[in-house]
C-alpha cells in the first residue's frame, strides 16, 4: 500500500478544471471537472465533487461522482458515495447506502462488455459524398 | 343432564408468522400467511405470487413477477423481458432479462447478469459478471423513472 508520502491530495478549497494524470495514488477531498488518470487508486472523499471522467488501477468513491469511471482492478462505492456514469470494472464493491445510475460493466472481459468512456472512444469515420468530394475539387 | 358432545368448529385462527407484501400491480401492502403462495390483491383484486422461487435450471418467462424472493441457482438461468421480485434476488447462476426491478440484488461469485436493474441495494461477490446493464441502485431506484420494469 502506497504510503501517505506518495498520496497527492486536491484539498478540500481547491476547485480545479482540466486533465489530472497521477503516477500513484490521489486524493480528491475538493471539486473537479474534466478528466482524472492514474496508475494508481483515485479517492473521491466524502464532500469532494467530481464532474469527470476517472481511469484509473482503482477507485474509491465517497463523494459525488457525475462521468464515466474505469477501474482496471476495483471499483469501490463507499456508504456515502453518490454517482451518476458509466462504470466499467472486473471488481465492483458496492457499500450499503450508496446510490449510482448508470451503466455496468463487471467482470474479468468488462472491458469489452461495456461502453468505452467518450475521451477513449475512436473518432467517427468522416464519410465523404463523392458529389461533395467533386465540389471541393471544383472549388 | 348431560351437555351435547357435538363436535365444534374449531376457531379459524390467524395464520402464524403473517408477512407484508406489496402488490406488483398496484402497489398496495397487505399481510398474507407467511406460506401462501399465491394471493388476491384485496385493493386491485389482482393475483399475486406472494412465494420465494428457486430457479434450478434455465427457465423462460415473458414477466416474472413475485412478491417474494428469487434465488437462482449456480445451474439455473432466469430469461425474462421483466423480472420483478420484491424480497430481493439472489444470483449464483444467470439473469438474462431487459430489466429487473425489486429488491435488494446479490450477485455471487458465479453469478453472470444481462439486463437493467434498479434496486434499493447491489452486493457483488468478486468473480461476478455484470455484462453492460443500466443500474440504478439506492433510493433513485424508488423514483417515478424507474417505476415499471421495461418501460
Redesign the interface.
Known amino acids: 500500500m502506497a504510503g501517505n508520502s506518495e498520496i497527492t491530495v486536491i484539498g478540500a478549497d481547491t476547485h480545479i478544471k482540466g486533465e489530472m494524470t497521477f503516477g500513484s495514488t490521489a486524493r480528491v477531498l475538493g471539486t473537479f471537472e474534466g478528466a482524472i488518470t492514474a496508475k494508481g487508486e483515485i479517492q473521491i472523499a466524502e464532500g469532494a465533487t467530481c464532474r469527470a471522467s476517472i481511469n484509473a488501477a482503482r477507485v474509491s468513491i465517497d463523494g459525488v461522482v457525475e462521468g464515466d469511471v474505469t477501474a482496471h482492478e476495483k471499483l469501490t462505492l463507499n456508504q456515502k458515495a453518490r454517482m451518476k456514469g458509466d ?1 466499467v470494472a472486473p ?4 457499500a ?15 472491458k469489452n ?3 468505452a468512456p467518450a475521451s477513449e472512444q475512436a473518432p467517427e469515420p468522416k464519410v465523404v459524398v463523392p458529389s461533395q468530394e467533386k465540389a471541393v475539387a471544383r472549388k | 343432564m348431560a351437555r351435547s358432545t357435538a363436535p365444534t368448529k374449531p376457531a379459524r385462527s390467524k395464520a402464524p408468522n403473517p408477512r407484508a407484501v406489496r402488490c406488483y400491480h398496484c402497489g398496495h401492502v397487505h399481510e398474507v400467511a407467511a406460506r401462501a403462495s399465491r394471493v388476491s390483491c384485496p385493493k386491485c383484486a389482482k393475483s399475486l405470487r406472494v412465494e420465494d422461487v428457486t430457479i434450478k435450471t434455465t427457465e423462460g418467462w415473458q414477466n416474472f413477477q413475485t412478491c417474494g424472493r428469487v434465488v437462482i441457482l449456480a445451474k439455473g438461468k432466469l430469461v425474462a423481458q421483466t423480472v420483478e421480485a420484491q424480497g430481493g434476488i439472489e444470483v449464483r447462476g444467470g439473469l438474462d432479462a431487459k430489466a429487473y426491478r425489486g429488491g435488494p440484488v446479490v450477485l455471487k461469485k458465479s453469478a453472470v447478469w444481462r439486463g437493467d436493474c434498479a434496486a434499493p441495494a447491489l452486493s457483488i461477490e468478486e468473480g461476478a459478471r455484470i455484462q453492460n446493464g443500466l443500474f440504478t441502485i439506492g433510493a433513485e431506484s424508488l423514483s417515478p423513472e424507474t417505476a415499471s420494469p421495461g418501460s
Open positions: 462504470l471488481t465492483l464493491v458496492v450499503e447506502g450508496a446510490q449510482f445510475s448508470g451503466h455496468v460493466s463487471v467482470g474479468a472481459d468488462a462488455n461495456g461502453r
